[in-house]
T-cell receptor, first 110, second 113 residues
Framework: DVKVTQSSRYLVKRTGEKVFLECVQD?????MFWYRQDPGLGLRLIYF???????EKGDIPEGYSVSREKKERFSLILESASTNQTSMYLC?????????FGSGTRLTVV | QKEVEQNSGPLSVPEGAIASLNCTYS??????FFWYRQYSGKSPELIMF????GDKEDGRFTAQLNKASQYVSLLIRDSQPSDSATYLC?????????????FGAGTQVVVTP
């Protein structure tokens, strides 16, 4: 089975901090995704990557950037964290059938 | 119009009964359809996928696809309290050049003992 690992389950950061969320998959998949999920708003795509060093904006990229230096690792960066970025962040990797999600990172910005 | 639509619920189902969840999609050319289950505070997990018209069964779950009517449904037979979760429908749209999954907002299912 594909394993998608997110480095942190819970994070608390201060407003203005630079925040790194890490995601690693173990199946050499080309496509990886970052979503945020908020109550009543469903899954919203922030960024996705279709190969090393390749990225595309999703629906809500403002305030975020990403990095994919190696195929297995896709990082989400909050350049200057704000309270409205408090959310559940989900990383996904595209498997043969659908996506496999990591366990999620619940980020609180105070 | 949203690309993938689901009733938000909650759908209350007595234990042992059949839960019926519906999903409609806007792109008539869509070919691939997925159902995810998400427990509160957890990440989505894939439970079914279907590509062809008709029914596909896996244990207590049955996915039904009707491309002409542009809907896909999920039936959960003999519902258990452990089935209480939010169920997300996802579709690969031909209108998306990257072939990304488009997710519905999810239907919350509550199975009552």
């Amino acid at each position: 089975d594909v394993k998608v690992t997110q480095s942190s389950r819970y994070l608390v950061k201060r407003t203005g901090e630079k925040v790194f969320l890490e995601c690693v998959q173990d199946m050499d998949h080309e496509n990886m995704f970052w979503y945020r999920q908020d109550p009543g708003l469903g899954l919203r795509l922030i960024y996705f990557s279709y190969d090393v060093k390749m990225k595309e904006k999703g629906d809500i990229p403002e305030g975020y950037s990403v990095s994919r230096e190696k195929k297995e690792r896709f990082s989400l960066i909050l350049e200057s964290a704000s309270t409205n970025q408090t959310s559940m962040y989900l990383c996904a990797s595209r498997a043969r059938y659908g996506y496999t999600f990591g366990s999620g990172t619940r980020l609180t910005v105070v | 119009q949203k690309e993938v639509e689901q009733n938000s619920g909650p759908l209350s189902v007595p234990e042992g009964a059949i839960a019926s969840l519906n999903c409609t999609y806007s792109d008539r050319g869509s070919q691939s359809f997925f159902w995810y289950r998400q427990y509160s505070g957890k990440s989505p997990e894939l439970i079914m996928f279907i590509y062809s018209n008709g029914d596909k069964e896996d244990g207590r779950f049955t996915a039904q696809l009707n491309k002409a009517s542009q809907y896909v449904s999920l039936l959960i037979r003999d519902s258990q309290p452990s089935d209480s979760a939010t169920y997300l429908c996802a579709v690969i749209m031909t209108t998306d050049s990257w072939g990304k999954l488009q997710f519905g907002a999810g239907t919350q299912v509550v199975v009552t003992p």
